[in-house]
Structures are given as structure tokens and as C-alpha cells.
């Protein structure tokens, strides 16, 4: 079945780094979501990404959706603690259900 | 409006016991999505239910079952508990389906 595969696992950075998760398929994509879980909290809607190719930017951070639709990346600049949780991909399935990915946690040292 | 709730929010169970968990989606979503979620498998698709119906299933064994209501309420059970079920229990709403999923805040859920 579809999946998407999402690198790294853990992402440890000192504040003021930035930080990318890329999120992979080996089958093309209708579209790409992105979700962040705060330690204790439950995932919140961040983006949807359709068009191949597409760039965009939520104040520090950047999602792109590769030209072949097979990979998306969400890059956060000069991170905050605020940034703190877990960062899923997801896209949907062959039956309409959302597939997400294992999610990057990040956590961020001040 | 709303959000997605979910009760309850903690449940401590037994092995053996069953559970029923609820979740109210945000009004006008149609669509309830179930997740299970724990530290080393991430967030696995339960199933999902539309307008009553069950739309889409994950690989879950038959102990794991749900329902919809009219007002899309939904509920899942899950019988004969064992301990590997403890988890996280997310449930999200949708309009439709396949659009942006709204997630409820969880019930976490202890089989000792």
C-alpha cells in the first residue's frame, strides 16, 4: 500500500538553527498535508501542498512539493522553542484516508 | 465554532475489559476519522465513517470496531483489551473527506 516515509526520526538543534524534515513516496502524490503535535497535544493542520512544484512560506517556515509530487520538504528557520513537537507529512490514501508519515521530532535547546 | 472533542480523556482498563471512546466532530464535518497513536508506531489509521457508514478501514483486528451517528457523533469500541492497546486515541473531522483533518484532543488509554 501507499506510505510515506519521513526522515529523519529526531532532529536535535540549538536555537537560532534551522531545521528541514523531507517526507518521501515512491508513488506520485495528489497532494501532500503537513501537521505539528506538541509534546502533549494532538496533531494541528499547518498546510496543504496540490500543485507540483509548489512553494510556501508560513512566517519561518517553508514547505515545497517536489516537481515530481513524490517528495515534500518543511524547513524551519532560526528556530525557536516555540518550535518544539513533532512535524508529520500525510497525503491521501487510495481510499480517500489520510496516510501520515512517522513524523520528525524536533526539539530545540535554548 | 467547536473543535473536535473527545471523552473521555483518560481511561485506565484492564486486560480482558472493553471500552467505548466518543468523539464529537466540529459541526457541519460529516467525516470521522479514528487514529491510533503510540511512541513506536506513530499515527495508524483505525477507520473512517461518513454519513453512518464506514468508509475506509485500516489494519486493525475485528476487536476495534465504530459507529456514526446521524448528528456524525461517533464512537469506537474495542473489546477484549489487551495491553498492547494502550495508546492514544485520536479521532478527526472532516467536511467530506480527504480535505484538511481537524483533530480532537485524544483519549489516552491504560490497559494494566
Known amino acids: 500500500g501507499q506510505q510515506v516515509m519521513q526522515i ?23 497532494n501532500i498535508q503537513w501537521y505539528k503535535q506538541r509534546p502533549g497535544g494532538h496533531p494541528v493542520f499547518l498546510i496543504q501542498l496540490v500543485k507540483s512544484g509548489e512553494v510556501k512560506k508560513q512566517k519561518r517556515l517553508t514547505f515545497q512539493f517536489g516537481e515530481a509530487k513524490k517528495n515534500s520538504s518543511l524547513h524551519i528557520t532560526a528556530t525557536q522553542t516555540t518550535d518544539v513537537g513533532t512535524y508529520f507529512c500525510a497525503s491521501g490514501g487510495s481510499q480517500g484516508n489520510l496516510i501520515f508519515g512517522k513524523g520528525t521530532k524536533l526539539s530545540v535547546k535554548p | 465554532k467547536a473543535g473536535v472533542t473527545q471523552t473521555p480523556r483518560y481511561l485506565i482498563k484492564t486486560r480482558g475489559q472493553q471500552v467505548t471512546l466518543s468523539c464529537s466532530p466540529i459541526s457541519g464535518h460529516r467525516s470521522v476519522s479514528w487514529y491510533q497513536q503510540t511512541p513506536g508506531q506513530g499515527l495508524q489509521f483505525l477507520f473512517e465513517y461518513f454519513s453512518e457508514t464506514q468508509r475506509n478501514k485500516g489494519n486493525f483486528p475485528g476487536r476495534f470496531s465504530g459507529r456514526q451517528f446521524s448528528n456524525s457523533r461517533s464512537e469506537m469500541n474495542v473489546s477484549t483489551l ?25 483519549t489516552r488509554l491504560t490497559v494494566l
Open chain 1, 8 to 30: 529523519p526520526q529526531y532532529q536535535h538543534v540549538q536555537e537560532g538553527e534551522d531545521f528541514t524534515t523531507y517526507c518521501n513516496s515512491s508513488t506520485t502524490l495528489s
Open chain 2, 82 to 106: 489487551e495491553l498492547g492497546d494502550s495508546a492514544l486515541y485520536l479521532c478527526a473531522s472532516e467536511v467530506n473527506g480527504g480535505d484538511t483533518q481537524y483533530f480532537g484532543p485524544g
